[in-house]
């Protein structure tokens, strides 16, 4: 290890910047969207059962393996199984950082030109009508080269959050942006409620309908749990590395599933609350933000400010997740190869961008180089990603406690600034178990989907 590794100044900063990591656009789209379809208020109880037994189980992992070593995935597997295969998990994770930025910053393009538009008023024509909307939506993304301009952008903003380094780059920003995304969420939230016909949205979100909790919502709250905090990447482990031996790991984890999960139902709360104030289709997905939202907004008084703040709030947590993940690959460049921060940054940020280029070139630019897995390319790569890399890291991390590095030497570098509070070995055995078991059979019902054409649960 460096004797001049970069840490975290402050142990807010940390918990801001690995918060940050966690709360991306899914947090903003996709868990009301669940929530709101899948029983509201029981699928909420669902999650956080599950997020507090999967996800913060290997969130500490992640953290702990972080900090013991002071390297990137690749190197702290290394360091602690010297010899051995376990090294694969850490090159897993970095290369699911790779796959996933470069989908990710294609998307935050997207953002990018969405927050241009609203505040030059373009989105006063689409008041009330979604299938402009729509049109105007699908014309950006599969036309050639306006989409990748704005995914340079994006990707040219990580660059230069990352090149400045840990202290002066991911934690300054994130210090600026998290307080920013809660602030912005918060006043959405209350303008959503002041609404005629907002708290229906609430009704839609948080009521609790466990006739419409179904064995396929739990299995999606399950997998939702895991995906939310940025697990099986080497994120968490990465941003651990920069830690001190005097940070509770365990209060920081908790820290970040907090404000995780309360920017989630934030989010849902500003979303539904003026989508149905307004009449509009409470849609899944990508949808919801770049089709339904725009014409919801245009139909407000003050629509174009309502609405470029909710796109800059976006764009906000889009970059501190898309940092972090871009800094995984940085710091494998870093710790293994000997590169200083500048040259890994810039050169795999680039290379990164162009593959990125190529994901929204398949959308309808016209070239789809995956045309033989039946999807565009972006598609296979979140498919991938999503799929199979993440719960296969986080799963094998969870393994790797358990079977290879042991409770013991696990639960001694937890107890490093705790004083002496001390954790059952076996509980902490049959959480990690539990939530190794959980996204082992959430891969199954993946696996088994593929192979029948139908889930065995799902």
Not at 16 to 44: D, E, H, R
Not at 65 to 82: D, H, M, N, W, Y
Not at 223 to 242: D, K, N, Q, R
Request: aromatic letters at 14%; glycine letters at 12%.
């Amino acid at each position: 290890m460096s004797q001049n590794r970069e840490q975290w100044g402050s142990k807010l900063g940390f918990i801001l910047a690995a918060s940050g990591s966690a709360v991306g656009i899914g947090n903003i789209w996709k868990y009301p969207s669940m929530a709101g379809q899948n029983g509201g208020g029981a699928f909420t109880l669902v999650y956080l059962a599950c997020i507090f037994v999967v996800g913060l189980s290997i969130v500490i992992a992640e953290f702990v393996i972080g900090r013991k070593t002071q390297l990137s995935p690749v190197g702290a597997f290394e360091k602690l199984a010297p010899g051995t295969n376990w090294k694969w998990v850490g090159y897993l994770g970095v290369s699911s950082a790779f796959v996933i930025l470069s989908f990710y910053g294609v998307v935050g393009g997207w953002i990018l030109k969405y927050i241009i538009d609203s505040f030059s008023g373009g989105f006063d024509a689409l008041a009330g009508n979604p299938e402009v909307a729509g049109t105007m939506f699908n014309g950006f993304i599969t036309s050639a080269w306006n989409p990748v301009i704005y995914q340079v952008l994006f990707m040219m903003l990580c660059i230069g959050v990352i090149i400045n380094g840990v202290k002066g780059g991911i934690e300054k920003w994130s210090r600026i942006m998290m307080p920013m995304i809660i602030v912005l969420l918060g006043v959405l939230a209350i303008r959503g409620m002041t609404l005629p016909g907002g708290i229906e949205g609430l009704s839609f979100l948080f009521n609790p309908r466990f006739e419409d909790l179904t064995a396929s919502a739990i299995v999606l709250a399950l997998g939702h749990s895991f995906f939310t905090v940025s697990l099986g990447m080497g994120t968490m482990i990465t941003y651990g590395s920069y830690i001190d031996k005097k940070q509770n790991l365990l209060n920081s984890a908790l820290w970040v599933i907090f404000l995780d999960t309360a920017i989630a139902m934030l989010a849902g709360v500003a979303i539904f609350t003026t989508v149905f104030a307004l009449g509009a289709n409470p849609a899944e997905g990508p949808g919801l933000i770049f089709i339904v939202l725009p014409t919801v907004f245009a139909q407000m008084a003050g629509g174009a400010i309502w609405s470029t703040m909710f796109f800059i709030l976006l764009f906000m947590a889009a970059l501190t997740s898309a940092i972090s993940i871009l800094e995984v690959v940085t710091a494998y460049f870093i710790d293994q190869k000997g590169w200083s921060r500048k040259k890994a940054t810039i050169q795999f940020g680039a290379v990164i961008t162009v593959v990125g280029a190529f994901c929204s070139f398949s959308l309808g630019g016209g070239i789809n180089i995956t045309e033989f897995l039946g999807m565009p390319f972006m598609d296979f790569m979140d498919y991938l990603s999503s799929k199979y890399m993440l719960p296969i890291g986080g799963m094998l991390t969870a393994i790797f406690v358990l079977k290879k590095w042991g409770i013991s030497n696990y639960l001694a570098e937890l107890k490093n600034g705790m004083g002496e509070k001390n954790f059952p070995p076996q509980l902490v055995k049959a959480i990690l178990t539990i939530a190794a078991a959980i996204v082992a059979f959430i891969l199954f019902n993946e696996v088994y989907a593929e192979i029948f054409g139908k889930a065995l649960i799902g």
